[in-house]
């Protein structure tokens, strides 16, 4: 999937878990939010894909609850 930088639009270089902005120079990371209950989620990598896990909600959560950002790493 690809990534924006949030301060240019510009599309990201990937760099394993991390983006790389070349107009910044910085790194940046996706961020995950809760839709149900807006707190920070903690990504988990299963069977290749990651997954979202939301640690008040104690459960997994879809793509189409959740909302990301790109924020510095
Ligand atoms: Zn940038
Ligand atoms: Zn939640």
């Given at each position: 999937?690809?990534r924006?930088?949030?301060?240019?639009?510009?599309?990201?270089?990937?760099?394993g878990?991390l983006?790389h902005?070349?107009?910044c120079?910085?790194l940046?990371k996706?961020r995950g939010?809760?839709?149900?209950c807006?707190?920070?989620?903690e990504?988990?990598?299963?069977?290749g894909?990651s997954?979202?896990w939301?640690?008040?909600?104690?459960?997994l959560k879809?793509?189409s609850?959740?909302?990301t950002?790109?924020v510095?790493?």
């Open positions: 999937m690809e924006l930088c949030p301060k240019h639009g510009t599309p990201l270089e990937s760099r878990k983006w902005c070349e107009a120079n910085a940046y996706v939010e809760c839709g149900d807006g707190s920070e989620l990504k988990v990598a299963a069977c894909a997954n979202w939301c640690n008040r909600c104690n459960e879809s793509k609850k959740i909302k950002e790109m510095a790493a």
